[in-house]
């Protein structure tokens, strides 16, 4: 896996050094997709509606922490008075809140994994249409992601970020409203 990594991270270099080898006067811009999807209205608003979800994932979670947690003090207390055998049965039944208050744990983040994943894979054909017309408008050759990590070196004066997201903007940036409850 090492290998084939390496060998494209060393094919996209080539590439990149090819293509500015090639004709001096061509053109590349940068984007970073990841400011693009944060720092956009439509982005700026998805993570307001994402954070209230996690908040809210939040508060649940502490509830639960709460009562088992008084359920493991009201354990401890009650050993000494216990049997064995009742005692055994209590630890079982905190056992089993316990199992599922991780249940739980482990499906809140599930479930705002896919929300966020929702989100970002509404935005990016939008944002990939904007990041187009501004590499034509701005007849550039390329356009890249400064997120791929085999880019080593780039021009700061061609980032596009800051364009994208006012285009983007200008455009509406109509994927953040959040799904109709029952839709998908």
Not at 2 to 30: D, E, N, Y
Not at 35 to 51: P, Q, R, T, W, Y
Not at 88 to 111: L, P
Not at 116 to 123: C, G, H
Request: aromatic share 6%; charged share 35%.
């Amino acid at each position: 896996m090492k290998k084939h990594l390496t060998f494209i991270a060393i094919l996209a270099v080539a590439i990149v050094v090819a293509l500015a080898g090639i004709a001096s006067a061509q053109k590349i811009g940068f984007i970073n997709m990841r400011a693009i999807l944060h720092d956009s209205e439509a982005g700026k608003k998805a993570s307001v509606e994402f954070k209230k979800e996690v908040e809210k994932k939040k508060a649940d979670i502490a509830r639960k922490e709460e009562e088992l947690k008084k359920l493991k003090d009201d354990l401890e207390k009650q050993k000494s008075v216990l049997t064995p055998e009742a005692y055994r049965d209590k630890e079982t039944g905190y056992q089993a809140k316990f199992r599922d208050y991780q249940r739980m744990v482990q499906d809140a983040n599930e479930a705002l994994a896919q929300k966020e994943q929702v989100f970002t894979s509404k935005m990016i054909p939008e944002i990939l249409k904007v990041v187009e017309e501004v590499g034509k408008k701005g007849s550039y050759d390329a356009i890249l992601d400064l997120n791929n990590p085999v880019i080593v070196y780039h021009d700061k004066a061609d980032n596009l970020t800051k364009m994208i997201i006012e285009e983007y903007n200008k455009k509406g940036g109509k994927s953040a409203s959040a799904p109709a409850k029952g839709k998908k």
